[in-house]
């Protein structure tokens, strides 16, 4: 703090001498002082046409500020995270992998989708209010919290950075470089390239001319930003089921579960007795078990019917068929098309 302070009452007497300050910096380099300390000092004082130096209102930090701040970064981060996400979606529908047997995930789609919905609208929003508060008092942009975010943000993507390259030449090395890993990498490279260049050039021009000032390129950073979030939820909306179709495969999933626990109650049931239940009632005799479950929508019981053996049919009315699905849900048992469907099956031990 001593050194600070010296430095600072050196730069206040030669300012007040009408020393140029690009004189007084070259001789502070000169004594041993780093770049960065002059600027600082000399970024004190405005360069005001006045009789003796006029110094700058210091960077302060109210809660307000620091919120806001942690409010942008927070939802830059996520922005950033789920857009991504989107983008592999597209690109794992676009270029299919024999490997993952044809899955995709619209459970983590929608979620991207909702966070995108609501965090991308609160950093534009949070962003445009820290520019309006810098615009009107330039001091408020030296915030330590700012700082010290941006600076991690830089670390950031410089990490992500240094990764997706990593990867890039280990696949190469592999003999694993196909068109499907180079597009998910150049999607890493390019959101965490375009976030590190952005604030580094923030910082930069901050440097050079020594005290807080506007963004430069900000407008282009939040419109390339803006558009690239709009297609990829205009493609994801496309993409996806609508609302009341989702809530169709919901009750016919219910129908899949409900079946699962009666085959699993029959199986209990033909254990304890060697013998298969007359009907579904019979298993409501069973200690402990719970009510029998019925359609979700309609509230008809499921059907029921004992053949030859240990061998016994369990049928639901479905809305739609698993025809669409991925392949590993088309392969499971339990897969059905659309209408009244009845599935066999075989009484066994309950296994523990």
């Given at each position: 703090?001593?050194?600070?302070?010296?430095?600072?009452?050196?730069?206040?007497?030669?300012?007040?001498?009408?020393?140029?300050?690009?004189?007084?910096?070259?001789?502070?380099?000169?004594?041993?002082?780093?770049?960065?300390?002059?600027?600082?000092?000399?970024?004190?004082?405005?360069?005001?046409?006045?009789?003796?130096?006029?110094?700058?209102?210091?960077?302060?930090?109210?809660?307000?500020?620091?919120?806001?701040?942690?409010?942008?970064?927070?939802?830059?981060?996520?922005?950033?995270?789920?857009?991504?996400?989107?983008?592999?979606?597209?690109?794992?529908?676009?270029?299919?992998?024999?490997?993952?047997?044809?899955?995709?995930?619209?459970?983590?789609?929608?979620?991207?989708?909702?966070?995108?919905?609501?965090?991308?609208?609160?950093?534009?929003?949070?962003?445009?209010?820290?520019?309006?508060?810098?615009?009107?008092?330039?001091?408020?942009?030296?915030?330590?919290?700012?700082?010290?975010?941006?600076?991690?943000?830089?670390?950031?993507?410089?990490?992500?950075?240094?990764?997706?390259?990593?990867?890039?030449?280990?696949?190469?090395?592999?003999?694993?470089?196909?068109?499907?890993?180079?597009?998910?990498?150049?999607?890493?490279?390019?959101?965490?390239?375009?976030?590190?260049?952005?604030?580094?050039?923030?910082?930069?021009?901050?440097?050079?001319?020594?005290?807080?000032?506007?963004?430069?390129?900000?407008?282009?950073?939040?419109?390339?930003?803006?558009?690239?979030?709009?297609?990829?939820?205009?493609?994801?909306?496309?993409?996806?089921?609508?609302?009341?179709?989702?809530?169709?495969?919901?009750?016919?999933?219910?129908?899949?579960?409900?079946?699962?626990?009666l085959a699993g109650a029959v199986d209990l049931h033909w254990s304890?007795?060697?013998?298969?239940?007359?009907?579904?009632?019979?298993?409501?005799?069973?200690?402990?078990?719970?009510?029998?479950?019925?359609?979700?929508?309609?509230?008809?019981?499921?059907?029921?019917?004992?053949?030859?053996?240990?061998?016994?049919?369990?049928?639901?009315?479905?809305?739609?068929?698993?025809?669409?699905?991925?392949?590993?849900?088309?392969?499971?048992?339990?897969?059905?098309?659309?209408?009244?469907?009845?599935?066999?099956?075989?009484?066994?031990?309950?296994?523990?």
């Amino acid at each position: 703090m001593a050194a600070e302070e010296e430095l600072s009452g050196f730069v206040r007497e030669a300012l007040a001498k009408g020393l140029p300050r690009a004189q007084i910096e070259e001789v502070l380099l000169k004594a041993g002082w780093e770049p960065e300390q002059v600027r600082g000092a000399l970024a004190a004082f405005a360069g005001l046409d006045f009789p003796i130096p006029v110094p700058r209102p210091k960077p302060y930090l109210p809660a307000r500020e620091a919120f806001l701040y942690l409010v942008l970064f927070t939802t830059l981060y996520l922005s950033a995270y789920h857009l991504g996400s989107l983008l592999f979606q597209f690109v794992e529908r676009a270029l299919p992998d024999p490997v993952d047997l044809g899955l995709h995930f619209p459970e983590a789609t929608r979620w991207s989708v909702s966070f995108l919905i609501i965090a991308f609208p609160v950093f534009l929003y949070t962003a445009r209010t820290l520019a309006k508060a810098a615009a009107h008092a330039p001091g408020k942009r030296g915030s330590k919290v700012r700082k010290w975010l941006t600076y991690l943000t830089l670390f950031l993507a410089a990490g992500t950075l240094v990764g997706d390259c990593t990867a890039l030449v280990f696949n190469l090395l592999s003999g694993e470089l196909t068109l499907r890993f180079i597009l998910k990498a150049a999607i890493v490279g390019m959101l965490a390239g375009g976030i590190f260049s952005h604030y580094l050039r923030d910082l930069r021009r901050e440097e050079q001319e020594g005290h807080p000032s506007p963004p430069t390129g900000g407008r282009l950073f939040i419109w390339v930003g803006s558009g690239a979030v709009a297609l990829s939820l205009i493609g994801s909306l496309l993409l996806l089921d609508s609302p009341s179709q989702e809530r169709v495969h919901r009750l016919d999933a219910r129908r899949v579960e409900d079946l699962r626990l009666l085959a699993g109650a029959v199986d209990l049931h033909w254990s304890r007795g060697n013998a298969l239940p007359l009907s579904l009632d019979d298993l409501t005799l069973e200690p402990g078990y719970p009510p029998l479950p019925a359609d979700p929508e309609t509230g008809s019981p499921y059907e029921y019917r004992a053949l030859a053996g240990d061998r016994y049919e369990l049928c639901a009315g479905f809305a739609c068929g698993t025809d669409a699905e991925p392949l590993e849900t088309r392969r499971d048992f339990w897969a059905h098309g659309t209408g009244r469907q009845c599935f066999q099956l075989e009484a066994k031990k309950p296994t523990r």
